[in-house]
């Protein structure tokens, strides 16, 4: 069955540190994958996306991605974070020969430390 | 441009109520969605709808109703509330298969 799996509930980092968030897809072919951020309180906003091409994604807030098919992953980094990045972040994939329903990982938590 | 509009922003039912859910988006878009969080789970899609008269189960549609009669509104309805039921529930729209714009969410709870 198509998944996406975020392996990390929660991810704790130091303001000013580097962050890796995992995701990791399963599809018979290479979907769509995206990148949401849900700040406390709010709904959903795009980070960034990967399509085809390029497989280092540029997005807003200082936010990228890097696809590797070789092992389903789709994780987001940042070199340096704030504490406003506290968040949750959700990665999501939709098959490019679909009616394009996103599937959802369970999201993952970021909590900055001081 | 206010995008992806819901109400209400916060509704508490009793058990065997019912209620609708509106959502307006102002973006044209064709594609709707309605999903559901809940806590520590990422989002489960209810419904879905492709255009103006066109509706589409999702994963989890039991228990809801929708209606597309005009682009910019996808209500859902949700017939004798259950406790289950209560969520955040969270309106999406797009273009197809490009970003989803997301309302800011009716948080329900069913007692």
């Known amino acids: 069955a198509q998944s996406v799996t975020q392996p990390d509930i929660h991810i704790t980092v130091s303001e000013g540190a580097s962050l890796e968030l995992r995701c990791n897809y399963s599809?018979?072919?290479?979907?769509?994958l995206f990148w949401y951020v849900q700040s406390p309180g709010q709904g959903l906003q795009l980070l960034l996306k990967?399509?085809?091409?390029d497989t280092l994604v540029q997005g807003i807030k200082g936010f990228e991605a890097e696809f590797k098919r070789s092992q389903s992953s789709f994780n987001l980094r940042k070199p340096s974070v704030h504490w406003s990045d506290a968040a949750e972040y959700f990665c999501?994939?939709?098959?490019?020969?679909?009616?394009?329903?996103?599937?959802w990982g369970a999201g993952t938590k970021l909590i900055i430390k001081p | 441009n206010a995008g992806v509009t819901q109400t209400p922003k916060f509704r508490i039912l009793k058990i065997g109520q019912s209620m609708t859910l509106q959502c307006t988006q102002d973006?044209?878009?064709?594609?709707m969605y309605w999903y559901r969080q809940d806590p520590g789970m990422g989002l489960k899609l209810i419904y879905y709808?492709?255009?103006?008269?066109?509706?589409d189960k999702g994963e989890v549609p039991n228990g809801y109703n929708v209606s597309r009669s005009t682009t910019e509104d996808f209500p859902l309805r949700l017939e004798l509330a259950a406790p289950s039921q209560t969520s955040v529930y969270f309106c999406?729209?797009?273009?197809?298969?490009?970003?989803?714009?997301f309302g800011p969410g009716t948080r329900l709870t069913v007692l």
């Open positions: 999501a994939a939709t098959p490019k020969d679909s009616n394009y329903q996103l599937i």
């Open positions: 599809y018979g072919a290479t979907p769509y």
């Open positions: 990967y399509f085809s091409g």
């Open positions: 973006m044209n878009h064709n594609y």
């Open positions: 709808s492709v255009g103006a008269g066109i509706t």
């Open positions: 999406a729209s797009d273009n197809r298969g490009d970003e989803q714009f």
